[in-house]
Structure formats: structure tokens, C-alpha cells
């Protein structure tokens, strides 16, 4: 059994070679929105301009945790799954590089209601089956 003492200073940071990939399995779900911009950030700094961010595929949680911090990051070109054979299990980021000045974060799109056009299949089996 380890006991902490309070006398003893807290464990040195560990560091690591940044090598563009990111393996979330080894943080806790509340580090992860830190540890991504902050990880983005050393990349973009060591001209790593392709990163893969590995969230594990599971329920799907994390991944989307991880796509939505990455659409407010603004140093973020884009991003999509893997289509390799990890898939759904990791993302690949592309980053601005440092020279490039970053675009303007966009305001938060509004809660408007966006109108989408239903296949007439659609539209026939709701007329079936909801009742109004």
C-alpha cells in the first residue's frame, strides 16, 4: 500500500517527445479538455502540423467530447476519424501551421431551427404511423 506524505514534494511533471499522436486512454475524462489544447498548442510550436488523437471507440463519449473541443479550437484546419484500422477509434487533426496567422473564432451559431428536406418516403410513413 502507498501512503502519500504531506512532507513530500508532488511527482515531476513527466515528459514526453511531442510526435503528433495523443493516446487518451491514460487521462482522466475531466483532463482531457486541457490536455488537447494545450497538446494542439506544442504541436503547432514544434511545426506538427498532422496529429492523431486516439479516444478508443467504446460508447463514443470521448470522441465527441474530443470533436466538439476541437470545432472551438480555432488553430484547428479540421478533422475526421481515422480510415485506417483503428476507424472510429482515433481522430486526425490538421492544425494551422505557425507562420499562418488563425482565422477569427466564429460566434456560436444560433439555436435556430434548420429546415431539412425530407425524402417524400418520409413523409408518407409519418402521416402513417404519428398521430397529431
Known sequence: MVTS???TPPAAPVLTSIN???DLHAFHPKEVP???REYLRSCRAAHITE???IHGKGKGVLRETVHTLLRREPMVRNFRLAND???W???LVDIYPPGVPLPP???PASKAPVLVSVPGWYRLLQRIF???
Open 85 to 87: 484500422r483503428s476507424s
Open 130 to 132: 404519428v398521430k397529431r
Open 20 to 22: 503528433g499522436i495523443l
Open 89 to 91: 477509434g482515433a481522430t
Open 5 to 7: 506524505d504531506p512532507d
Open 34 to 36: 486541457d490536455l488537447i
Open 51 to 53: 496529429i492523431r488523437i
Open 105 to 107: 473564432r466564429c460566434a
